[in-house]
């Protein structure tokens, strides 16, 4: 039951950020990102946004150091929008749980392949 708000604020971030890129950012280094999860802290003050970034290395650096130069105003947007005794300190790290799945997809289908050339 202690972990009900934390989550519930950490959904609502997620959600206001999602919505502050896609109509209030305008810096053309933020590519295709997705926020795809928000850790919060118990005493809501540390949020950490899990991104999701596509395209090659050089574009996924040039959108993450692109959104930590925005952490100010995300953070002064989501003040605005959601009533908090204090908005918590934003940062922002790269979510790379897509490309594992995709490495460990590949690695199924070459052992799939492999086993098919056996029978």
């Known amino acids: 039951m202690a972990r009900v708000r934390p989550n519930r604020v950490a959904e609502q971030i997620k959600k206001e950020i999602t919505d502050i890129l896609y109509h209030e950012?305008?810096?053309?280094?933020?590519?295709?990102?997705?926020?795809?999860?928000?850790?919060?802290?118990?005493?809501?003050?540390?949020?950490?946004?899990?991104?999701?970034?596509?395209g090659s290395d050089e574009e996924k650096a040039l959108s993450l150091e692109a959104l930590q130069k925005a952490t100010g105003f995300i953070?002064?947007?989501i003040g605005r929008r959601?009533?908090?005794?204090?908005?918590p300190e934003i940062v922002?790290?790269?979510?790379?749980?897509?490309?594992?799945?995709q490495r460990i997809s590949h690695v199924i289908r070459?052992?799939?392949d492999e086993r098919g050339d056996r029978t």
């Open 25 to 54: 950012l305008k810096d053309p280094r933020i590519g295709f990102v997705t926020i795809t999860g928000v850790e919060i802290s118990r005493d809501l003050q540390h949020a950490k946004v899990f991104a999701s970034v596509m």
């Open 75 to 77: 953070r002064s947007e």
């Open 82 to 87: 959601i009533r908090l005794h204090h908005t």
């Open 92 to 101: 922002f790290k790269l979510d790379t749980s897509e490309d594992y799945s």
């Open 110 to 112: 070459q052992l799939q």
